[in-house]
Structure formats: structure tokens, C-alpha cells
């Protein structure tokens, strides 16, 4: 499994050709410098591009950019679809695209690559997707009595259900009722 690994830091080692904005030629120690430890606290020179101050001593700060929660649930899942069972290196890629651009760059595009699983086919719908549904949340078909409830029955909107009283709604492709849709639904009798 860690043929991936070395591929992906292979990928991401040489950079990429995405196209990028160009508002400095420096080096990244031009900017984003501090000295390193027992140093001076101020010094008494500037460090900027101009070259005013030597840049040796000094190192740059890497910047750490926190994963979104859904980031790292999408690199997490990539990782379990890809049977990485070893917690030290899932714990390296995570860490490696805090703080590495190019490596989250990477590695969320090959989370985003991942084949996602087909909808369900699910034939159940909710009542805010029913025409019999008014405006006030009351059932129409139990107030005429076509199905069993009260007459003022107000149901969970959200809620997937199948109903003899659904009436499709605008958007649903399917145009048949409820009893037509769901026939095992109503029984009469001993049947």
C-alpha cells in the first residue's frame, strides 16, 4: 500500500502546472524569515528584499493551515477506500496537507476521484413533496377522509413514507398516486 504514498510525493515534489498568480520572483526567506533560536529578539537591521541584512541564520516558518472537518472526512474516507490500514501513515498524509499545499491539493483530488456510491433506489416520498400538503402543514387527503388520521392531521414534512393519499407533486417525475404506487398499502376486508 505504500506504492501511493511514494507516487503522491513523487506527484507533488516536481509541482504542477496549475496556473498560479506571479506577485513575487524573492525566495520565500525573503519574506517569511525569523532567526533561529538564541538570536536576537529585534535586530538591528532590516531583513527585507533589498539586501540590506544577510538572510544566513535564519529559517522559514511553515505555515499551518487547519483541515476543514469535511477536508479531513474526505481525506479519511479516500483512505479507507484505498484498505490504508496503518494509522502512522494516515496520520503522516494528514499532517502532510496541514502543512503542505500541494499535498492537500493532491491528495483531495484524489478524494474527489473516489467513486461515490449510487442513490438508492428508494420509491418512499415525503409530504412536503405531496400536492395534498397545504401551506398550514395539514394532510388534505385524511381531512376527506382518504386516509387514516385525523381530520387535522399535520405530518412530519421531512419524514419518507409511502401513503395511499400521496398525490405527486410538481417536481415528481413519477405521476401516480399513492394507491396506484403502493397498492399493497390499503386492504380491505380479509384480504
Not at 498560479?20 to 538591528?44: C, F, H, Q, W, Y
Not at 500541494?102 to 420509491?123: H, I
Amino acid at each position: 500500500m505504500a506504492n501511493w504514498l511514494e507516487r503522491a510525493q513523487r506527484e507533488f515534489a516536481h509541482g504542477d502546472d496549475r496556473a498560479t498568480a506571479k506577485a513575487d520572483e524573492r525566495n520565500a526567506t525573503a519574506v517569511m524569515a525569523v532567526p533561529e533560536s538564541g538570536g536576537k529578539a529585534i535586530p538591528l537591521f532590516s531583513i527585507g528584499s533589498n539586501g540590506s541584512a544577510p538572510t544566513v541564520g535564519l529559517k522559514e516558518i511553515e505555515a499551518v493551515v487547519p483541515l476543514t472537518d469535511s477536508e479531513e472526512r474526505a481525506l479519511r474516507a479516500w483512505l479507507a477506500h484505498i484498505e490504508e490500514p496503518d494509522e502512522a501513515v494516515i496520520a503522516q498524509v494528514l499532517e502532510q496537507c496541514r502543512t503542505d499545499a500541494d499535498a492537500r491539493w493532491y491528495f483531495l483530488r484524489l478524494a474527489d476521484e473516489m467513486p461515490r456510491p449510487g442513490a438508492l433506489d428508494d420509491d418512499r416520498r415525503r409530504c412536503d413533496q405531496c400536492a395534498e400538503l397545504t401551506e398550514r402543514e395539514i394532510c388534505l387527503a385524511a381531512r376527506r377522509g382518504e386516509i387514516v388520521a385525523s381530520r387535522d392531521y399535520e405530518p412530519v414534512r421531512d419524514l419518507l413514507r409511502r401513503c395511499e393519499g400521496y398525490a405527486p407533486g410538481a417536481d415528481d417525475p413519477d405521476r401516480r398516486n399513492g394507491r396506484v404506487r403502493w397498492p399493497g398499502l390499503t386492504q380491505k376486508g380479509d384480504e
